[in-house]
């Protein structure tokens, strides 16, 4: 069964920075691309961020370019998103999600998210 | 990167069939195959209800139907039960290597 467990939320000053991480297990980790999506309280889904089984490609909404990376190590199944320059309008729970396919495609499993809150 | 257009909401009574559409353009919707609906209920995270426009993943009612025509993607539920309560959200793979969602449609059993 996949699981994914996602940790590094919290609150959060404007302009601060934060780091997510998302332990993966039940399936082969590297056959599968991985997304960061958020969804803002009583909002819908945005997508954030992808990035390949390998490693090798990642891919960004505009809203996350230049502030938000993306990294995933295939040793520890885990991926990680490092929030940087965060703004009020980035609270939302963060959604660690499986990829069907090796790369960008579409989503077929979810975590169960961690919330992030920026504030002052 | 605009969202996909979704009606906010549906409904009809249990045993009725409904149609969720999803709207983009020749750029996501209208291109990709990779076209996908997720069911969320209050509290809980998005399932996985729909995949390549039209494929049921294993597990899912048979109950639940997609097709695309176009710019547009739709989802059907078929026998409207109770626990189908629910937002439910489409999303597309786009030509600019990014995914897209609509701003999702809550469905009410009336």
């Known amino acids: 069964e996949v699981e994914l467990v996602e940790s590094g939320g919290g609150l959060v000053k404007p302009g601060g920075s934060l780091r997510l991480s998302c332990v993966a297990s039940?399936?082969?980790?590297?056959?599968?691309?991985m997304a960061w999506v958020r969804q803002a309280p009583g909002k819908g889904l945005e997508w954030v961020s992808s990035i390949s089984g390998s490693g090798t490609d990642t891919y960004y909404a505009d809203s996350a370019k230049g502030r938000f990376t993306i990294s995933r190590d295939n040793a520890r199944n885990s991926v990680s998103l490092q929030l940087n320059s965060l703004r009020a309008e980035d609270t939302a729970v963060y959604y660690c999600?499986?990829?069907?396919?090796?790369?960008?495609?579409?989503?077929?499993?979810w975590g169960q998210g961690t919330l992030v809150t920026v504030s002052s | 990167q605009s969202a996909l257009t979704q009606p906010a909401s549906v409904s009809g009574s249990p045993g009725q069939s409904i149609t969720i559409s999803c709207t983009g353009t020749s750029s996501d919707v209208g291109r990709s195959r990779y076209v996908s609906w997720y069911q969320q209920r209050p509290g809980k995270v998005p399932k996985l209800m729909i995949y390549d426009a039209t494929y049921r993943p294993s597990g899912v009612s048979d109950r639940f139907s997609g097709s695309k025509s176009g710019n547009t993607a739709s989802l059907t539920i078929s026998g409207l039960q109770a626990e189908d309560e629910a937002d439910y959200f489409c999303?597309?793979?786009?030509?600019?290597?990014?995914?897209?969602f609509g701003g999702g449609t809550k469905v009410t059993v009336l």
């Open positions: 039940g399936f082969v980790f590297s056959s599968h691309g």
């Open positions: 999303s597309s793979y786009t030509s600019s290597r990014t995914l897209v």
């Open positions: 999600a499986r990829e069907i396919a090796a790369s960008l495609t579409e989503i077929d499993s």
